[in-house]
Every structure is written in structure tokens, then in C-alpha cells.
């Protein structure tokens, strides 16, 4: 997709097209890229458009199926719509811009990696690199909407070892640290905390076989808050409720002199997204949608993008629907119509 992506912006003019040594950060098998295109104007600030490169699995051999006005796959994989639809968008108006002869604001596409396991490449990326003063990321579903807001979002991992003990023989010299992550799960506030925040366990490892005690367990989940305060508060909650349970272990038998542990972490996966109402991306697509006679929704996201550490790295950067539905699924789709609805905004960002 890179080297296919990087030849077609060369053939299409690009001033410049350069790719990063973030592989070396994300084990992906290239890195981020960048087509930069200087336009012809001078009077406005230069802008970047970003989409992901890769896709989630099942994504080998689609085989994309047009019914009316809408794209989906076959079934057997999903559409990939998520990101190539953003792509698309941009190869069109580029091409449109070109053969229009029509002035454009300078301009550069920043293609990004492993997006999907967790922002990697846009986390490795170095903004100095670019000349754009602000962005978007064309990554979400819903029409004519503007995301200017998505929350932060910190790893949770609990480790509890226990003590080993054969299950049938000796089962009053063990530790069952299943037993104790199950008690602390039961305890932990989960799903829609509040209008900010989110908690999650999402999977659960641990033990070696039925007839021995498992001696280590580890439960993996998340927190999302678009407020730092909720956020910084539910991770403490969750690292006391676990240490609580941990610590209040007692040997009903008095035989083992051993106690339980816990290690407990909490690393960012991605920081918080926040744009002002007088940011660049915002009054950008306000002036955009007015030539268009046209009505743009700014709200709040739940989920993280690359748009996410664009923002904490100082590019102000709103991510823009492009119409796709049901993302991460066999079923993902997009109207032909939704996509030309957002290349008309990204033409006109890029003219007006």
C-alpha cells in the first residue's frame, strides 16, 4: 500500500514525497510517509490530511461488491473502508484539483501505520518533519461530522500471583489467583461510568491445567475519559480495589506462609484530544461548509485516532466522517455518495 500510495503521488506531482524510520518503533514493514504538494496560494496556512494505512483482519484478497450506491465486501473479509475510504477521498480531489487547474492551499498527506493496534505510527511520528500548521484525520464514521473532542485513554493490567498446589491432593496449600482477580473484577466499576468516562476488562489469562491451582493470573482492561481528573481517579480506583482484595487474602487453614501479590500498571495508550472552538481545523470548516451551504456538526468521540497524539504534539487536528458504517466488522460499508460528500468539504478546505 505504501510503495503504491508513495508512486501514485509522485506521478501526480507531489513536491515532495518522504517516508520515516518509525518502523524501527512499530515493527510495521514500512514507516509513516508523507506527500507534501506546495499549492499555490500563500495567503492561508498550510494544512495535512492523515489516514491510516493498514486495516484489521479478515483483509486478505477482498473482494469489493458496489450494490446501487454502496460498497461492501463479499463477506469473507471486511471492506477496509476503514482507512482506504479516507484514501480514496484524497486521491479524488487531488486528481480533481489537478485537472481543474485550480488553486490549492499548500498541502501535505501524512499516511500513517499500525493504526489499529494501537496508534503506533502517528505515536512515532515527528511533527517537525511536517510544514502544515494544523490537520485532519479523515477516520470516523458519520457524515458531515467534525470530531473535536476524544477521550485519553491508559492500559490497565493486574498481575496477582498466588501459589501453586495440586487441585485434588493438596488443595488447602494453594493460593488460587484466579479466584482472587474474579473477586476483584466482581467489585470494579464497569461500562458508562459517567458522560466522561468508560472502564473495561476486556480479557482474562491465566492457570495450567484443572487439576492444578493457578498460581498467576493477569487481567487486562482500559479507561477512557474525556475529563484527566475522572480518568487519574478510576485508574486509583482500580489499583486499590485489586490491592484490596490482594492484601485481605487469609489462609483459612493456617498452613501456607506464602502470601499473594499484585503487580499493577496502568501505561497511556493515547492522551487526550481537545480542540477549542477558535482552533484552525474548526474555523477551517466552518469557512469550507459555508461555500457549500452547508451544516457541519462538531462533537465528542469516544474512541482514539491519530488525531489524538497529532494534538499533543501541537498540530491542532480535527478528524472528519467519511460515511463508513459498521467498521470492524464483515459487513463494513460506505455510500459512493457519502464519500463524494466529504472529498466536496476537502476540495473546498483546500480552495477556499
Not at 508513495?6 to 506531482?13: C, I, K, R, S, Y
Request: charged share 20%; proline share 4%.
Amino acid at each position: 500500500m505504501s510503495n503504491y500510495l508513495q508512486d501514485l503521488f509522485h506521478d501526480l506531482g507531489a513536491d515532495q514525497v518522504f517516508e520515516d524510520n518509525s518502523s524501527r518503533f512499530t515493527g510495521s514493514d514500512c514507516g509513516n510517509f508523507v506527500a507534501r504538494f506546495n499549492g499555490t496560494r500563500r495567503d492561508v496556512d498550510p494544512v495535512f490530511f492523515n489516514c491510516h494505512l493498514d486495516v484489521i483482519n479478515p483483509c486478505l484478497g477482498v473482494k469489493v461488491r458496489r450494490v446501487d450506491d454502496v460498497f461492501y465486501s463479499s463477506g469473507d473479509t471486511v471492506l477496509g473502508a476503514d482507512d482506504k475510504a479516507g484514501i480514496a477521498i484524497l486521491i479524488e480531489v487531488l486528481i480533481a484539483i489537478i485537472l481543474e487547474n485550480k488553486s490549492f492551499v499548500p498541502v501535505e498527506f501524512v499516511f500513517t501505520t499500525c493504526e489499529e493496534i494501537g496508534l503506533l505510527g502517528a505515536k512515532a511520528f515527528n511533527p517537525a518533519s511536517l510544514v502544515a500548521k494544523y490537520g485532519y484525520s479523515l477516520d470516523s464514521t458519520g457524515i458531515d461530522n467534525v470530531i473535536v473532542g476524544a477521550p485519553a485513554s491508559y492500559g490497565i493490567a493486574a498481575e496477582i500471583h498466588g501459589l501453586a498446589s495440586h487441585a485434588g491432593l493438596r488443595p488447602q496449600y494453594g493460593i488460587n489467583a484466579i479466584q482472587l482477580a474474579s473477586h476483584a473484577v466482581s467489585r470494579l466499576p464497569l461500562g458508562q461510568l459517567d458522560s466522561d468516562t468508560t472502564a473495561n476488562i476486556g480479557f482474562i489469562t491465566g492457570g495450567t491445567a484443572t487439576n492444578i491451582i493457578p498460581d498467576y493470573v493477569r487481567v487486562d482492561g482500559e479507561v477512557r475519559s474525556h475529563n484527566l481528573d475522572k480518568l487519574s481517579s478510576t485508574i486509583d480506583l482500580f489499583k486499590h480495589t485489586f490491592q484490596d482484595v490482594v492484601t485481605g487474602w487469609h489462609d483459612p487453614a493456617n498452613l501456607i506462609t506464602t502470601r499473594p501479590s499484585l503487580v499493577f500498571t496502568s501505561p497511556e495508550q493515547y492522551p487526550l484530544m481537545k480542540l477549542d472552538s477558535g482552533s484552525l481545523p474548526i474555523l477551517r470548516a466552518r469557512q469550507a461548509a459555508s461555500i457549500l451551504s452547508r451544516s457541519l456538526q462538531f462533537i465528542q468521540a469516544g474512541g482514539g485516532s491519530d488525531a489524538n497524539f497529532f494534538n499533543a504534539s501541537g498540530l491542532p487536528t480535527a478528524i472528519l466522517g467519511i460515511g463508513m458504517e459498521n467498521v470492524h466488522s464483515v459487513s463494513e460499508n460506505i455510500r459512493l455518495a457519502d464519500m463524494l460528500r466529504t472529498a466536496e468539504l476537502v476540495y473546498s478546505i483546500l480552495t477556499c
